[in-house]
């Protein structure tokens, strides 16, 4: 038996994804994901990316991580765009909390009957 496998889904399954926050010039936190940061940067300084960061003046990279699957870097960025803007400085300043945050989602939940 013969396999084919198109080479842009193998390259997206072996590609890492990333979770970034920008900052804006009047301090709104930005949340997305990416394969590529540096040129997702790019595109936003650009006025290429998000429209919620159009026309949002200097932009700044606060912080990325590195999340592996995409499914993963999904539910993250979901879960980071919930947080209060108290915990996403907490999340930027290092304190612990992504770690953890990452761990409760790949920590599967048991449910009792």
Same mark, same amino acid.
């Given at each position: /038996? =013969?396999?084919?496998? @198109?080479?842009? #889904?193998?390259?997206?399954? /072996? #590609?890492?994804?990333?979770?970034?926050?920008?900052?804006? @010039?009047?301090? /709104? =936190?930005? $949340?997305?994901?990416? #394969?590529? %940061?540096?040129?997702?940067? $790019?595109? @936003?300084?650009?006025?290429? !990316?998000?429209?919620?960061?159009? !026309?949002?003046?200097?932009?700044?990279? %606060?912080? #990325?991580?590195?999340? !592996?699957?995409? +499914?993963?870097?999904?539910?993250?960025?979901?879960?980071?765009?919930?947080? $209060?803007?108290?915990?996403?400085?907490?999340? %930027?300043?290092?304190? !612990?909390?992504?770690?953890?945050?990452?761990? +409760?989602?790949? $920590?599967?939940? %048991?449910?009792?009957?």
């Amino acid at each position: /038996m =013969l396999f084919f496998v @198109h080479i842009n #889904t193998l390259n997206n399954a /072996m #590609t890492p994804w990333f979770l970034y926050l920008i900052r804006t @010039h009047d301090n /709104m =936190l930005y $949340t997305g994901i990416t #394969t590529d %940061v540096p040129r997702r940067f $790019t595109q @936003h300084q650009n006025g290429k !990316g998000a429209k919620a960061l159009r !026309g949002k003046g200097a932009l700044e990279l %606060v912080f #990325t991580a590195q999340i !592996g699957e995409r +499914s993963l870097a999904l539910r993250l960025e979901y879960r980071i765009k919930q947080l $209060t803007k108290r915990q996403k400085e907490r999340l %930027v300043a290092g304190d !612990g909390s992504f770690e953890a945050l990452r761990e +409760s989602l790949l $920590t599967p939940v %048991v449910k009792d009957d």
